[in-house]
């Protein structure tokens, strides 16, 4: 039976489309056959991980949400972004948005139909055959968002250690509550490593009474890197790897 | 710091060794260099003096066989000039005794008086034909004859039989009916065509050279122990005088090839030459004679001086010279030691202190001796310490605000913002249709 996971923060900049991408690799280099929703319409960018750009893209979930094409059809494979991690049996797939600037807005102007995207989000588990569906939201609580966590199976909420992150964590944990989320885990990304993890770790958990699923401090590495590729396949010694294999883990079980 | 936060690695080629060996190189290669440049300097100077002795010597040498050729001629030119005084009166003697018609046996009774009871130790006298008549060795018919080839000595007095010349006087020389040395002079006859030759055994004249000439003082300088060997040559190479000490390997007759060029040098240029031996020191000078009233080199003296006692001296030098060099490498090497350990002991404090800030166990203040160092060290402690503690510092500062940060959530304000959500009729429809939307997923997946 096929999980979906959805990957929310309540604001910009926590570093979700990284966790995301990092997160669905990791999934696939286990043997599972594994997509990658970017149903951030309005800011897409979960395509650079994957080593894509406008002239790859030939579909997009937005030419699904018209109802120019099938939502399979805009279903990329990126398997190959794994390397030598990749695994039998495994598949990493991507369904992406459109990057265009054109696409973008006329989406916002003439809205879409978010029961067709959930249609979408059923029938690309059914078509690809999928164990996984990782959902990458916009920030913030809209429609879609807010879709994606009443299907989800999984939701994690990723944050920063900063007052702001707190507040807007604390609304998202509360609407998630109402919606019955069944599993809901908290993801601390980008501490500063001079902080005690454990000590901040108890306090978010207290806090929300949420578990911390994974805890990453702000890495050089992944500055540098800069989003153009697969931390976890670059860099799979590296802690943020460690925490991502242990959030995988906890996903799957 | 604390004790044990010393850093597991340590540099396998560190500076301290670095520094030891760069300082034992550069004092070893000083001190060897300036021993080898005293030595060098040394045995030049040595070897210069004993070959301006060596050249004195030779000189002195040559002035004296100048001098004792020069008595010896003069002693000789006289000695000829009596002879031809006795040569005359036993020519007048002679003609009165054939005048008085006196047999040959009574004329040769006469001279042979004269020889037994003089110095003189021959008289020959001819008749026209060159035969020895009158001869005090009557055991030794003669005859003069011109031929040089057959007579190399006797035929130079044969002028006086023609009237060519009326006296001749000849050098003293080894005879060479018997081998010994005789100085002969002779006058023609006074009655008729005569030679009328005496005979002197000339061995004193050359006792008297080698008593007033080279010969003595070679012996003696030679005895004194200070040379190794004194040879006085002819122009010819042929050697006149020669002393050697026993063991030195050289001989009389035979002058080595290298001497031989050296002698010959001395000899064609005029001058002193000195030739470095491998135990000894050659020295040539030039021995002048008078020829024709110009000087002319006739000869050289080749001094022989030992170097084995210079070289024993030399040795002796190296020795203390490579002793005085060990000590001071010593020194030196002791001296860089403790020069390496201040110098990498702060470093390695320093390197110490470096992996504390890391753990976070560095107390500046434990390297507050090392700052008050004034040299280069101590400035980089004093920087050191300043950056470390803005380090410690820092750190502080952001554990009090890892203190501040609390999860601090404005429950109302969550409220509000939550009621804003879940009061839209998008959410309350979300909301009744949520279990049925998670449902359909697993009736489509299943």
């Known amino acids: ?253 | 710091m604390k004790a044990g936060t010393r850093p597991a690695y340590r540099p396998r080629f560190g500076l301290r060794p670095r520094f030891l060996l760069f300082l034992a190189l550069l004092l070893g290669i000083a001190v060897v260099s300036t021993s080898m440049f005293l030595s060098w300097t040394a045995r030049r100077s040595i070897l210069q003096q004993t070959a301006a002795d060596g050249i004195l010597l030779a000189n002195v040498l040559a002035r004296s066989a100048e001098y004792a050729d020069l008595i010896g001629n003069d002693v000789e030119h006289e000695l000829g000039k009596q002879m031809l005084v006795e040569a005359t009166m036993a020519a007048h003697l002679v003609a009165i005794g054939e005048r008085a018609r006196m047999t040959p046996a009574e004329i040769n009774a006469h001279l042979r008086q004269i020889a037994a009871s003089t110095v003189l130790g021959e008289i020959w006298i001819t008749d026209e034909t060159g035969f020895a008549r009158y001869r005090t060795r009557e055991d030794v018919p003669f005859t003069f004859g011109p031929d040089p080839a057959l007579q190399p000595q006797a035929h130079a007095f044969y002028p006086l039989l023609t009237g060519e010349k009326q006296s001749v006087v000849q050098e003293a020389r080894t005879r060479e009916i018997d081998g010994h040395v005789f100085k002969y002079a002779a006058v023609a006859g006074i009655d008729r065509p005569r030679i009328v030759q005496v005979g002197y055994d000339a061995t004193f004249l050359n006792e008297l050279r080698s008593r007033i000439g080279v010969a003595r003082l070679v012996d003696e300088l030679v005895a004194s122990g200070h040379l190794v060997a004194i040879r006085v040559v002819d122009r010819n190479l042929l050697t006149l005088a020669f002393r050697a000490v026993p063991g030195a390997g050289l001989e009389a007759a035979s002058l080595p090839e290298v001497e031989k060029a050296l002698v010959r040098r001395a000899v064609d240029e005029g001058r002193t030459i000195t030739m470095p031996e491998p135990t000894r020191l050659a020295v040539a000078a030039p021995i002048f004679g008078m020829q024709n009233s110009t000087r002319v080199g006739v000869g050289a003296t080749l001094v022989d001086l030992p170097t084995d006692d210079l070289l024993d001296v030399m040795r002796r030098q190296a020795w203390v010279a490579v002793a005085a060099a060990a000590a001071l490498l010593l020194l030196a090497v002791a001296a860089a030691a403790i020069l390496a350990r201040r110098i990498t002991g702060p470093v390695v404090r320093l390197t110490d202190a470096a992996a504390a800030v890391e753990t976070e166990t560095c107390q500046p203040a434990d390297l507050d001796d090392l700052a008050r160092r004034r040299d280069e060290l101590g400035e980089l402690a004093r920087v050191f310490q300043r950056m470390a503690e803005g380090v410690i510092l820092r750190e502080r500062r952001f554990r009090e605000q890892l203190r501040e940060l609390r999860v601090d959530i404005d429950e109302a304000r969550t409220a509000k913002q939550v009621a804003e959500i879940t009061e839209t009729d998008y959410f309350k429809e979300l909301r009744s249709k949520a279990d049925a939307l998670r449902g359909r997923h697993r009736e489509q997946q299943s």
């Open chain 1, 1 to 253: 039976m096929a999980k979906i996971v959805s990957i929310h923060s309540f604001r910009g900049g926590t570093g979700k489309s990284n966790l995301t991408a990092n997160l669905a690799a990791t999934l696939a280099s286990r043997g599972q056959r594994v997509a990658v929703i970017d149903t951030d319409i309005q800011s897409p960018g979960i395509h650079a991980l994957f080593g894509l750009d406008e002239d790859r893209i030939k579909r997009a979930l937005n030419d699904y949400l018209r109802g120019t094409c099938r939502i399979e059809e805009t279903a990329l494979d990126v398997s190959d972004q794994l390397g030598a991690q990749r695994a039998a049996g495994g598949a990493l797939f991507l369904v992406p948005s459109s990057i265009r600037a054109g696409e973008i807005t006329r989406i916002l102007r003439e809205g879409y139909d978010v029961g067709r995207l959930n249609d979408g989000f059923s029938e690309l588990v059914r078509q690809l055959r999928l164990d996984h569906l990782v959902i990458d939201t916009h920030p913030g609580l809209n429609e879609e968002t807010l879709l994606s966590m009443t299907i989800s199976d999984v939701l994690l909420l990723v944050l920063r250690p900063d007052r702001q992150d707190f507040q807007g964590t604390a609304v998202a944990v509360d609407v998630a509550r109402k919606l019955e989320v069944p599993s809901m885990y908290l993801v601390v990304n980008k501490a500063p490593a001079a902080y005690d993890a454990a000590a901040l770790r108890q306090q978010v958990e207290s806090a929300y009474k949420v578990p911390v699923a994974a805890y990453m401090e702000q890495s050089d590495e992944m500055l540098q890197l800069g989003s153009a590729s697969l931390f976890c396949v670059r860099y799979p010694e590296h802690g943020y790897t460690r925490e991502v294999e242990a959030l995988a883990t906890r996903v799957s079980a």
